[in-house]
């Protein structure tokens, strides 16, 4: 089991920025891909970004042009940078990672942004 740990989220205004991190326990583990979902208030996790190991990049069409995932093949550490955000993007954001045995998730980060 591999671990992907977070790092703390934060409290932003709208128009605000904010940047996420996440690394992974074994910095040698093969995660094809990795990425960030998030869950706000009374609903279903849904999808923000994920990146490749080709680094190919997707992401929701919510976020795009704001949003930007990067990966560090090094240590398995994959970033979420967030521009312009919004007070309905207040959610707990969870790293993922896929490897071919299967999917680890982060513990979450609150992101709070305030109108």
């Known amino acids: 089991q591999v671990n992907l740990v977070e790092s703390v989220g934060g409290l932003v205004q709208a128009g605000g920025s904010l940047r996420l991190s996440c690394a992974a326990s074994?910095?040698?583990?093969?995660?094809?891909?990795m990425g960030w979902y998030r869950q706000r208030p009374g609903s279903q996790r849904e999808f923000v970004a994920t990146?490749?190991?080709?680094?190919?990049?997707d992401y929701a069409d919510s976020v795009k042009g704001r949003f930007t995932i990067s990966r560090a093949r090094a240590g398995n550490r994959v970033n979420l940078q967030m521009n312009e955000l919004k007070p309905e993007e207040t959610a707990v954001y969870y790293c993922?990672?896929?490897?071919?045995?299967?999917?680890?998730w982060g513990q979450g980060a609150q992101v709070t942004v305030s109108s």
């Open positions: 993922e990672g896929t490897s071919a045995w299967g999917t680890s």
């Open positions: 074994d910095s040698t583990f093969n995660f094809v891909a």
């Open positions: 990146i490749m190991v080709n680094g190919l990049t």
